[in-house]
Every structure is written in C-alpha cells, then in structure tokens.
C-alpha cells in the first residue's frame, strides 16, 4: 500500500442526540479521511480536496471506530493451532499448573505455531495492540518468551505488543526470579506474578522480590491476584505501599483483583482510593459466575480499568474465540448499562480509553494526526456495535490494511 491514500465515506460520530434531557441516540455524519505515514493525516467532508494521484478507498458508509488494545492474553499457553482437547480437573491452581506444564510438552504444535494462530485471530477481530503474558519457570526456561518474540517479530507490522516475564508457578521458587531478569535483558518489559500469599506462601518476600525485579530492570509490573476478600484487598494495600515507595506510580497492574469484588461498597471505596493514589491499574477478564472488581465504582473513583480476554482455549479454560468486544459485552449485562450514552461509553475499557465522544458528546476522535489505528464496522454507532457485537470488516494498523472483508485487500 501507498504511505498515503484516502478513504472516502466513512461514517463519524458527531454527538449526541437529546431529547427531554436524555440521551436518546447518536448523531453521525460521512467524510473522508487522507491517511499519511500511518496517521490520519486529514478529515474532510470536502470530495474537492482528493488529490487525483493518490488511491482512494471506500468505506461505502461503516463506522469507524478506534482499535481495540487486548491488556490480557496468554499467547504461550494456547491449544490453538493444535488438536481439541477439553480441561483436565484441577484441586488448585498448584495443581493446574502441573497439569498445564505437562500438557504443553506434549503438544505436537509448537509455542510459536500455537501463538501465531492465536495471535491472527486476535487481530481479525480489531485488536492491533496486546499485552501478552509469558510464562517462565525453571523447567521451560525461556522458551515460550523466544517463541513469543518471533511470532510478535513476524507481526510487528500488524500489531504493536507488550510481554510480561510471567512468574506463573511462583515468583520465590527456586531459580525463577534469575530467569525473570534474563527475560527482561531480553526484551520482556513486565514482570508478572500471581497470588503472592496462595502461591508463595510469603505475602511480603513474594511483593518486595517482585518490586525489586521491576526497579532493577526498569520494568513495570503486572500480578496476577486471584486471591478472594481480605487476603486479596491486604496484598494489594501492600502493594500500593511498596509502588509509592518505589516511585513506581502508573507503572502497575493488577489483574483480575477478585478481593475488590468480595469486599464491602464502602471498603471498594476505600480500596480504590489507595488504587487511585497508587495509580495501579485493574485489567479484568469479567468471568462469570464468581464477584469481579466493581468497575462502575473503580471508574467513578478515577481508576483506570481495562479488559481483557485472558485464557483462550488452553489448560485453564476451554472456550474464548478472542473477540474483546464479545468479552467486554459482559460490562453491558452485568451494569445493565443499556442506554445509549452509557453502551458507546463502555468502548473505552477495550480502547486504552479512546471514544468517539465523550460524556458530554463532543467528538474526541478520530481528530487529525490521529495514528491510523481503527476498525470499519457494519454498524450506525458505537453504541449499536457495543450491543450487537458489530462485525468487524477492516482493520488498519498505523494505516496498514491487516484484515479486511470488503475488498481492501490486506497487504
């Protein structure tokens, strides 16, 4: 493809439409968007201002829509690529991790065959950026990560990516926090954890090991803390602690964070405020029939909160096709949030916060010297593709076509 094109026709949202005080619908309109470099150099309604030397594509009126951001995914640890095979049962998350480490060994597919299929799909669906995580334990050594990195390589031109050095089997065994700083001079650019008191057993050694990692090798930090109630919201305190005394503010995640979920509202508050102060972020995979972090109440309060599809068909979990909009649907049903406003509003948990408007119905994007990051979706408005799961018929990464099903052919 040309560095510079333009696409004709594309659908905009424009604000919203009121009536008695109320939000009652979206306001759209069609221009044309000159894209540059990977950025969207122009928006226009003007068909005089197409230059006769360069290609123009046709949006034939779809919805443009900024690309999603996958903040949770497990490349290495996919079936996909490889034969069916269901979930074997499991007493404990010890256990599942034994199970896990031996099934993937007799994979006939390989870490890097299995991440590429996984990763392909991801994007056909309108993800053009993933944090993925990567597990690393002595056994493995770090396999999985070399493998990651040459799928990630080979799809740089089509996805932009973040991986985490993945203490999946415990962050105090024996030789794994040697292996964590290896994958960090290697490329990972997180380090990641997983329930510091049910699976180091040592609350205190397992975080401060972990923050010590992240300050020595400039690495921000994502733990995985699947730890319920008290025992959840306690380590996460600590952590708050361990962070500001780090200076390592904006630089943390917590995924899935269920002790937010078990806890009184007024202790969420309290909780989320400590998030808050802290700048930790929460990344939650909305699992179904177990409390989740309050979302609602974490954005309220200022924190910054993503989804993410987490497990797809692998050793923890059968099912998951990697769609990020069908997973942050689950918002929708949950918080019942089923008006307008609210429906376009929930993009922004699968976007790194992009919408079209904002709460007022100003259009913040796409605005000019936007990177072309976007999707082109059978669908009127945001809102609409929130609760219809719209189809999604282009993506474009940095202005390159990666998926397309109208005839703007991928490069």
């Not at 010590?212 to 600590?238: C, Q, S, W, Y």
């Amino acid at each position: 493809m040309n560095n510079s094109y333009w696409i004709k026709n594309v659908r905009l949202e424009c604000g919203y439409k009121n009536e008695n005080n109320r939000v009652s619908g979206t306001i759209t309109d069609q221009y044309h968007l000159l894209i540059e470099d990977g950025h969207i150099a122009k928006i226009t309604k003007d068909l005089d201002s197409f230059s006769d030397d360069l290609p123009i594509k046709d949006a034939k009126g779809q919805l443009l829509l900024p690309s999603f951001v996958e903040k949770h995914v497990h490349l290495d640890k996919t079936y996909m690529g490889d034969k069916w095979r269901a979930c074997c049962p499991a007493l404990n998350v010890i256990e599942r991790c034994e199970i896990e480490k031996n099934a993937l060994l007799s994979m006939s597919a390989s870490t890097y065959q299995r991440s590429k299929a996984l990763l392909k799909q991801l994007i056909s669906y309108g993800t053009t950026h993933i944090r993925t995580h990567v597990d690393i334990y002595p056994e493995v050594q770090l396999q999985n990560l070399v493998e990651v990195q040459q799928t990630l390589e080979e799809y740089s031109n089509y996805v932009s990516s973040e991986i985490v050095a993945f203490a999946q089997h415990g962050l105090l065994r024996s030789g794994t926090a040697r292996l964590i700083k290896e994958a960090i001079r290697k490329g990972a650019g997180i380090v990641g954890a997983v329930d510091p008191a049910t699976v180091d057993n040592n609350i205190e050694a397992s975080l401060v090991q972990l923050m010590d990692l992240a300050v020595e090798g400039n690495a921000d930090i994502d733990l995985h803390l699947h730890d319920p109630g008290h025992l959840g919201t306690f380590t996460m305190k600590r952590l708050a602690v361990l962070t500001k005394e780090a200076g390592w503010e904006g630089r943390v995640a917590i995924s899935h964070a269920f002790g937010l979920g078990d806890v009184s509202r007024e202790e969420a508050y309290e909780m989320a405020e400590i998030l808050k102060d802290a700048r930790i972020s929460i990344i939650t995979s909305l699992p179904t029939g177990r409390a989740i972090p309050p979302v609602d109440l974490l954005s309220e309060c200022g924190v910054e909160v993503a989804v993410g599809n987490d497990n797809i068909f692998d050793s923890w979990w059968p099912t998951g096709n990697g769609d990020i909009l069908e997973r942050a649907g689950r918002l929708i049903e949950r918080y019942r949030w089923t008006d307008e406003k609210s429906l376009s509003q929930t993009l922004r948990y699968i976007t790194g916060g992009k919408t079209p408007l904002d709460q007022e119905g100003n259009q913040i994007w796409p605005i000019a010297g936007d990177e072309a990051s976007m999707i082109l979706v059978d669908a009127s408005c945001s809102a609409e593709a929130m609760a219809r799961r719209a189809e999604r018929r282009t993506v474009f990464y940095k202005g390159k076509i990666v998926f397309d099903k109208t005839g703007m052919t991928p490069e």
